[in-house]
């Protein structure tokens, strides 16, 4: 044992003596020997681990380049510091690339002068980032070389020399063999000799690097493989002529933003055909092209070759790279430097944030409020011309009701707001340019705003971009609802007092006894009356007036004068027999008569029903005030088409379900029994049912108390004067944060729509953007439709993030619309190089601005 414990004692101390062997004591070592050792350690661990490992360890992508990677390691020396870079390339199957086949605009410039694929990159750690010292450059090149020898790796290694805008490298290569590869590169950006700016003499030159003592170029012929690129640009556009200063579209120029500006150009802007230059004027995304033609693999032996190369058509390039220089506000957040829907609704949010702090929006303006104090020192309000100009436009009347559906996208209406052409929508978009939108500016606007249409409603003129009919759209936001019904109440009030002119009119002319005196002493009673005594003669019961009574006798003549019987003489009303239901008393055919609409109600009308039939009961025996008037006037008309009825000829008309029928059923549910009009059996078997039968029974009641009065002279359901005064209190007392709200959701779909308008051609991927802004929309906006937000500040926060996605939507239509203009006859061209855009562009939407860099250009292919 001891034996073997002893021999194997020595077979360790052996060992020893083989490590001691190949120790490096770096001990003795000097400063650029520890240098180089520590570049080896570096390319080592790179060339163990292989690029796909080194991705997954964070190697970063090179910009404007979507398989070239790099990593980086320090590198420290007794005088300088270093930083080493290895760069190298991969496909989209994660496996390397076989080399540079082509000239891609994407790789790297040491890429395109040697051919290279993966190369190192050892640069100073200082401003100029170059050697300008060229002992120095060749002595770290040869510790590279050494160091990458040791590892047995055939990478490249490059310096960076001589002046930084040069873009001169030196560069060595081990070849595996007895030679070695080394590289020079030099660009010359200023002062070109005219000699170089030719290709004869690019070759002469890259000949005459070549250094051979004793040999004459003019006897030996040097064949030179080379590739070339052409690039040709077209003009940018003139800055000057395009800048707008945004002092004179903010401040005591707010009339600019007003959309009159457009007016007062008198250059032709890039999009003043788009739907968006009614309210702004957007810059140019598009500076303009680029296109890069590119020949490769030539090969040439003279100088002549080369000469007649120059001059050959870019039509015979292999390769055509065409790509648009885009404007640099398409990588950066706007932060108010811009002028658009995104930044103006952005301050819209902000005032809606600032609106809970008042009562009335008359606060926001009042000298009393201390809170309009504060609001004094950090927000203008635009000059009063600006105002009435405004005004003017928002109550300009057209000559025919504009279309509700222009620009409406088909997920338009799941936003609780308004169309984009109703005067609501077109107010909401006005106030995103009043001023710079702050609560103070809306407030003054919207005061105005509300006198305007008050003044409207007492004048009984039209109320414009609002329908006079129709029913009442309860998906839209309330104000719209309350406007649209205030226009239907201004028509039939207008309709109302002509009546009443024209009963006065005609009854006066009716008295031939009147003599001319007295006639005059009318008139100028009429001229002189006021607008109180009109309405309270108006407001009397129609049905009452004299004038009423003419109308019926002169209805009642016209009738007798065509033979008709007795009863159908006094028939008034009627739409026409029924089937062939019969009177039960009379046996006369049952007419149905016309009645009145029911009253047209908003959205908290309906909301105030709902909450009166929960506190009183929804039973037949208890109708609302509401119903009650309905049923009356339904009964009205009834016995006025039907004057020898009954109250069971009205249930079996309007209420069938109430009588209870001894005959068998028919087909023709409207007709009554088939056997109604027979002679044998008469009356008709059947009562009412016992709801209907009760004592006391509120129908019969009614029926009983219903006069026989045609749909024309009653007594209209919807009283105009007391819904449109109740309309224009709810205007002028509305809360601002309620305000608000509605002004957010209708300035976002106003603006949306807007966009929705813009002509972009067949781009499928603008389309689906659209859709998804709209569903963005309609998820955010949704905290805005209930009566208390749950949280205001995380609403607001949301709205904000929301501004941010529009601003990114609202580039891409700019882009979309701007190359679409400048290929009208290439559309397949314009939908290429927009969707290589949109696939830079759209993966960074809402990133900072240096993660946004990176999508300054696309490229599209021939």
Not at 64 to 82: G, I, M, P, Q, R
Not at 506 to 519: F, P, T
Not at 826 to 852: C, H, K, W
Request: charged letters at 25%; one cysteine or more; hydrophobic letters at 35%.
């Amino acid at each position: 044992m001891a034996s073997v414990s002893k021999s194997n004692h020595l077979e360790e101390d052996d060992d020893a003596e083989e490590e001691v062997q190949h120790f490096d004591d770096f001990t003795l070592a000097s400063s650029w020997e520890r240098f180089i050792s520590d570049i080896e350690a570096t390319c080592r661990q790179w060339l163990a681990d292989g690029p796909k490992n080194l991705v997954e360890k964070g190697a970063v992508a090179v910009e404007d380049s979507k398989n070239l990677f790099t990593v980086k390691h320090e590198l420290k020396n007794v005088a300088k510091s270093y930083c080493m870079e290895f760069y190298f390339q991969i496909d989209n199957n994660g496996s390397q690339q076989a080399g540079i086949g082509n000239w891609n605009s994407n790789s790297h410039d040491l890429q395109l002068c040697f051919g290279v694929k993966d190369f190192l990159l050892i640069a100073p750690q200082s401003a100029s980032g170059v050697l300008l010292d060229t002992p120095e450059s060749s002595k770290l090149l040869s510790a590279v070389a050494i160091a990458l020898s040791n590892c047995g790796s055939l990478w490249p290694a490059f310096v960076p020399v001589h002046d930084p805008s040069r873009k001169a490298y030196i560069g060595i290569q081990n070849m595996g063999t007895v030679f070695t590869r080394r590289f020079e590169a030099d660009r010359v950006g200023s002062q070109v000799p005219v000699k170089l700016m030719h290709l004869e003499g690019l070759y002469e030159l890259f000949v005459s690097k070549f250094v051979y003592s004793g040999v004459d170029f003019s006897m030996h012929t040097f064949r030179v493989h080379f590739m070339m690129r052409l690039t040709y640009q077209t003009f940018p556009y003139d800055e000057e002529d395009e800048e707008i200063d945004t002092d004179e579209v903010m401040g005591d120029k707010s009339d600019t933003a007003e959309h009159y500006g457009s007016e007062s150009r008198n250059k032709v802007l890039w999009d003043d055909d788009c739907p968006w230059s009614e309210w702004y004027s957007a810059e140019d995304p598009l500076r303009g092209f680029e296109l890069v033609v590119t020949w490769a693999d030539r090969t040439v032996e003279s100088t002549l070759e080369m000469a007649e190369l120059e001059n050959a058509s870019p039509h015979d390039a292999e390769k055509w790279i065409l790509h648009p220089i885009l404007s640099p506000y398409l990588g950066d957040p706007s932060h108010g430097k811009r002028i658009d829907f995104a930044s103006q609704l952005l301050c819209l949010v902000e005032a809606l944030d600032s609106s809970f702090s008042a009562q009335f929006m008359e606060d926001f303006v009042s000298v009393e409020n201390p809170s309009s104090e504060n609001l004094k020192t950090s927000v203008v309000i635009p000059p009063p011309s600006v105002l009435d100009r405004v005004i003017k436009d928002l109550f300009r009347e057209g000559s025919k009701l504009p279309d509700f559906t222009k620009g409406e996208h088909r997920l338009s209406r799941a936003l609780k707001a308004a169309p984009l052409e109703s005067l609501f929508t077109q107010f909401c978009l006005h106030s995103l340019w009043f001023g710079n939108c702050n609560i103070r500016a809306i407030a003054f606007l919207w005061i105005e705003f509300v006198r305007e249409v008050r003044w409207c409603w007492e004048e009984t003129q039209p109320l414009p971009k609002m329908p006079i009919d129709g029913s009442i759209d309860l998906s839209s936001c309330l104000i719209n609802q309350k406007l649209h019904l205030l226009a239907i109440c201004i028509e039939k009030k207008r309709e109302m007092n002509e009546e009443f002119l024209d009963c006065i009119g005609s009854d006066d002319s009716s008295d031939a006894s009147v003599s001319m005196e007295e006639h005059h002493k009318v008139d100028k009673r009429r001229n002189t009356s006021s607008e109180e005594e009109l309405r309270r003669k108006r407001d009397s019961s129609i049905a009452e007036d004299t004038s009423k009574q003419l109308r019926f006798e002169r209805k009642t003549e016209r009738t007798n004068s065509v033979n008709q019987s007795p009863t159908d003489a006094i028939r008034r009303g009627s739409a026409g027999p029924v089937g062939t239901m019969m009177l039960l008393k009379s046996r006369q055919q049952l007419h149905a008569p016309f009645t009145q609409d029911p009253p047209l109600m908003t959205e908290d009308m309906h909301e105030e029903r709902l909450q009166a039939v929960e506190a009183f009961g929804d039973s037949l025996n208890v109708p609302g005030q509401l119903e009650k008037d309905i049923l009356l006037s339904d009964m009205s008309a009834f016995k006025a088409a039907n004057p020898d009825a009954v109250f069971e000829d009205f249930i079996r008309w309007h209420s069938p379900g109430d009588w209870e029928s001894f005959e068998p059923k028919t087909t023709e549910p409207s007709a009554g029994p088939s056997t109604e009009g027979s002679k044998d059996e008469w009356p008709p078997r059947g009562r009412l049912s016992q709801r209907m039968s009760d004592q006391g029974n509120l129908w019969r009641k009614s029926w009983n108390d219903a006069p026989a009065l045609p749909a024309d002279d009653q007594k209209p359901l919807l009283d105009p004067n007391r819904e449109g005064e109740k309309i224009v209190h709810y205007l002028e007392t509305v809360r601002p944060h309620q305000l608000l709200e509605q002004m957010v959701c209708t300035a976002f779909r106003g603006s949306a729509d807007t966009l929705n308008q813009t002509n972009v051609g067949n781009m499928r991927q603008m389309t689906s953007k659209l859709e998804q802004l709209y569903l963005i929309m309609k998820f955010t906006l949704g905290a805005l439709q209930r009566n208390n937000l749950p949280d205001k500040a995380k609403t607001v926060k949301d709205l904000k993030r929301l501004c941010m996605v529009f601003e990114n939507v609202e580039k891409l239509v700019a882009v979309a619309a701007s190359i679409h203009r400048k290929f009208l006859d290439a559309s397949r061209l314009a939908q290429v190089i927009f969707s290589d855009f949109y696939g830079v562009y759209a993966p960074t939407m809402g990133m900072s601005a240096n993660d946004e860099e990176n999508k300054s250009r696309t490229v599209s292919h021939r």
